[in-house]
């Protein structure tokens, strides 16, 4: 080739170079850009993310369930032991002198409380230091520590569980104001030492991490900021990869350029997993202070402040309940880290060091302490309130549960169950303790395990009621003074009666004895079938289902003749619904676990209107219970006697049902009413009848509540009048043997009687002066 056409050729070349490289360039530039464009896009879109989540309403915070706040005022039926139990549970400090809210001291039946202050639906509860003095089972003196007296004061409402949002998430929300600086110069000191430097990443923190995993040759430090952690459990899935990483980074610039510091570590203390409560996750400093101290976070000491940072590293691995030394290790190497970067002193990190964990043994706020009484909670929500109002998060809903009452019938009914079950098996309970006047719910127990969170027999378990009926039938027939008053004889003789489809029904006593005629007070109080039998047939069975229906009772039934003698099935809760009504005085008050629902803005929700009527005559309503005193004192349910003072008057009804297969007891005092129901869930015999099972249930628990006793006013349309016991006949109060009956007002016996003597109708005389005694 010679020099010429090479010369040419390589001119060539170098301009085909010169172009390619010239379009290489050019690509190269339209990819960078292209390039730097995605990253911009992306960047705008993480940028609309961050502020879109981070601005807006960050968590589904739960409703917080409330329950009864223990009320404090002079003369108050309070034991010690009530208030000790309530300042427990309420993580109350035991010290010399209650300076810090959340305190007490005692000396012997003296004490100091320093009251925290609370937020209720009728106002705010102001914290201070009350001096409370006992005398017997009663507060004798409520005064200030300055020495004035205090009408009424209520300790905080006790915490009994949430209801949660779909994901089980837990958290009380502490604003950063809220936060204690030592929480903060710990945490900051152990996870993120430049946290006030970086702009969100710490470049020099991830080169010290790098290093220090290459010499250990393992994973012993990382580098992310508290800024990269908050991205991560706020943003970003728990997926490892570079991607996931390199999100972390650009969206904690992000962050750091549009928040303030303390804005990032006010949702950080908030959003920080600290611990698993069975299905429900612990989130934030404020949440995991009530869950492992049962205290506020501004209660907190530096022990225990710097044990929560020290749960940051691994909630479960430092877990304080299942690894104290571990826990405590960990803990004090915080404290190690404080007193190095000179944020505490010496002496400070060495007497906080030898203080214990601090942990209670009780969690905090569990959502299943009271499994059977929220499940009631949870309906009478939807029940009460509208769909649309019960949306709103971090509702505060304030409840009429009492702890003590559910806790002492609690212990009664595992312990007399246990009793029982030494000779039955299979046994199963439930019991519903409502107030018997407001129809307030104060305890509901679901089964023998009370804590145990599966089928709530006391709501959903609907049994043969047995004899529980037979006061409606008699109300029916006392709602007919002209025809039926306490006196009136009834037959209690073998009666045979055809139902609907032809069948005859033959009831018998339980006794399986006739009675002959007997007086119609005995008669209930007796519990005799067949004389009921007689009694409600006489009346007409759409009389006792419309009585039923007055006191309270909103299920269907069949009118069949052995609804006399209890063959409807009801559950528990609705059996005390009529139970309260004659407690009562006739007044129906609908039964509930709800007092107020405050939304988070402290504005309480609208309920749909409950309301109290009077359904049923309040001098019929006397009479009758006048019996079911008389079933207490002298009738099937004497054996409550072994439990409680005869002298309390207290008033019930036993319940057996065919086989045995439900035990039963209704009744009430003169503050509460009370329904147990003792049986199997197969429905296979117990062997039980109502004075032998539920019975002894009933008045163990009655016996822990410690009630007040039954005292019945006289209704004005109620007369007592002396009567002749014999031959019913008015007679006059020196007569021998003449007895006090009540009567409805102008029904009583008009027609004379002459004196009586003594020797006649002894046996009939004994029963009546033992009813009106």
Sequence with gaps: MTRRSYNKKHKKTKRRNKKVGFWLRRWLIKVGLLFCLIIAVYSLYLD????????????????????????????????????????????????????????????????????????????????????????????????????????????????IGSIYPIHNEDRVLVKRSELPEKLIQALVAVEDRSFYQHYGVDAKAIARAMWANIQARRVVQGGSTLTQQLVKNFFLTRERSLWRKANEALMALLLERRYKKDEILEA????????????????????????????????????????????????????PRRHPERAKKRRNLVLKIMRDQGLITAKQAK??????????????????????????????????????????????????????????????????????????????????????????????????????????????????????????????????????????????????????NGDIWTPKNYDHRAHGTVPLHQALARSYNIATVRLGMSVGLDQVVKRLQELGLKRSIN???????????????????????????????????????????????????????????????????????????????????????????????TGTTDGMRDSWFAGFSGDKVAVVWVGRDDNKPAGLSGSAGALRVWGKIMQGIQPLALEMLLPESIEAVWVDPVSGLRAEAHCAGAIQVPYIIGFSPSEPASCISNSNGSVFDDLLEDFFE
Excluded: C
Excluded at 287 to 309: G, I, R
Excluded at 370 to 381: N, Y
Excluded at 387 to 415: N, P
Excluded at 590 to 612: D, F, G, H, K, S
């Design 559 to 653: 009118t069949y003749p052995s609804l006399l003698l209890g063959a409807i099935s009801l559950t528990p809760l609705e059996v005390t619904q009529i139970y309260q009504t004659f407690a009562a005085g006739g007044f129906y008050s609908p039964l509930r676990a709800i007092r107020e629902v405050l939304t988070a803005e402290q504005n309480p929700l609208q309920r749909y209107p409950l309301t109290v009527k009077q359904t049923v005559p309040a001098e019929s309503i006397y009479l009758v219970n006048q019996i079911l005193q008389e079933v207490v004192r002298s009738g099937t349910g004497q054996a409550l006697a072994q439990y409680i003072s005869p002298q309390m008057n207290l008033a019930g009804k």
């Design 48 to 159: 609309y993310v961050v502020q879109h989540e981070f601005a807006g309403k960050r968590w589904a915070v739960p409703a917080r369930v409330y329950g009864r706040p223990l009320e404090l005022y002079p003369g108050a039926s309070l034991t010690i032991d009530q208030l000790l139990n309530e300042l427990k549970y309420l993580g109350y400090a035991n010290v010399k002198y209650p300076r810090q809210a959340g305190s007490y001291s005692r000396n012997g039946r003296r004490f100091l409380v320093h009251t925290r202050s609370f937020a209720f639906w009728d106002g705010k509860e102001p914290s201070r230091i009350l001096d409370l003095q006992f005398s017997g089972f009663q507060l004798s003196s409520l005064k200030t520590v300055s020495g004035r007296n205090v009408g009424l004061a209520r300790l905080d409402a006790p915490a």
């Design 351 to 500: 007497q906080a060091a030898l203080a214990p964990l601090g942990t209670t043994s009780v969690k905090g706020s569990s959502a299943g302490r009271f499994p059977a009484f929220m499940d009631l909670v949870r309906r009478q929500l939807h029940r009460d309130y509208r769909e649309e109002d019960l949306t709103s998060e971090g509702l505060r809903i304030f409840t009429t549960l009492d702890r003590w009452v559910q806790k002492q019938a609690e212990k009664a009914l595992v312990e007399q169950l246990k009793h029982l079950a030494s000779n039955k098996k299979n046994l199963e309970s439930a019991a519903v303790i409502v107030d018997s006047q407001s129809g307030e719910v104060l305890a509901v127990l679901g089964g023998r395990v009370p804590g145990f969170a599966g089928f709530n027999r006391a709501l959903d378990a609907v049994r043969p009621i047995g004899s529980l009926v037979k006061p409606a039938v008699y109300l029916a027939a006392l709602m007919q003074p002209e025809r039926y008053n306490l006196l009136s004889p009834l037959e209690d003789r073998p009666l045979s009666v055809q139902n609907r």
């Design 268 to 319: 950080y203390a908030n959003e920080i997993y600290l611990g698993q409560d069975g299905e429900r996750a612990i989130h934030g400093f404020g949440l995991a202070s009530h869950f492992y101290f049962k205290q506020p976070l501004d209660e907190l000491t530096l022990p225990k402040l710097t044990l929560l940072v020290a749960l940051v590293r691994g909630p479960s691995y430092y877990d």
